[in-house]
């Protein structure tokens, strides 16, 4: 097993004087309170006499507000637990096995957190530009597959710092753990020190290719909402809104929209949060910076944050205020002006336009 080191900044046991627990104490608190309103909203969505099973999406949002919980609940105990103690984290414990501990589980929950919301995205973009598919092979069941798949490759991708390809090192002031971004100058075997920099390289290409594969999957579910709008805008020239399939169409489309929405937000989110570290790990690897190392931390806060956000986003943005969202977007748009041939079709358009904004 590689060991920890005592890096940027952090030479001693004791904590550096003036560091103080009240950001940290904040965050943890923001983020148990926000895990724990957002469980408890999709809990409470769940009770009913007339409740629809769970779809796939709400199974994966489920997933990701637990993930979030157990990764504010892993790690910032022990950050409250060293400044209470006045001790670093590698000196909380013999062998530096904390440390270790704190710099896997912020890893591990980060990469997890990134593939559930990876897999929502596909989710969506199967639902809309693959329907017999994904009628077909995707339900429910199917989160019971991929979210052990997404933990087991988090868990063995976060151990290679523990077999010897990378390292989890410790950050100033001594209460932060993670992989090792900078070469050490004191280290005798550059070859070794090479592969453990690398390994944050590999990490970060991880977290990019990620991000722009949700960017993609988001960009096809706006593509083929648009398709359905101008679906259902012919359908309404023959139709009312009245019918059942036209309703059922404003629906899904509503629905769809609400999906986006904030599937979009939370991607939001996660570039601004993970993309300070992608940009340290690749300046690094190519730029050998002797005094980069608080801008390292900066990254690092940043990328605590994401699991501090999330919840707090899907709690604000209840149905009320998504359809608020929605008719902001979609209401926008102004209707076609009628002639003398399409008076009737001009009408049904109006009529179910408000519907539509106000599902």
Partial sequence: MNGTVRAHGSTGAALPAGARPLVSALMFSAGLLGNLLALGLLLRGRRGPRQRPPALFHVLVLALVLTDLLGTCSVSPLVLASYHRNLTLTSLARGGHICLYFGFAMSFFGLATMLILFTMALERCLALGRPYFYERFLSPRTGLVALPAIYTFSAAFCSLPLLGFGRYVQYCPGTWCFIQMHLEPQQSDGQVEGMNVTFSLLYATLLLFLILAVLLCNLSVIVNLARMHRRGQRTRRVGTPEQPGCARRMFSMAEEIDHLLLLSIMTITFVICSLPFTIRAYVNKFRQEEDGHELDLLALRFLSINS????????????????????????RVPPAAPDSRTVSSAGTKLAARPELCGQ
């Fill in 308 to 331: 501090i956000v999330d919840p707090w986003v899907f709690a604000i943005l209840r149905p009320p205020v998504l359809r608020l969202m929605r008719s902001a977007l979609c209401c």
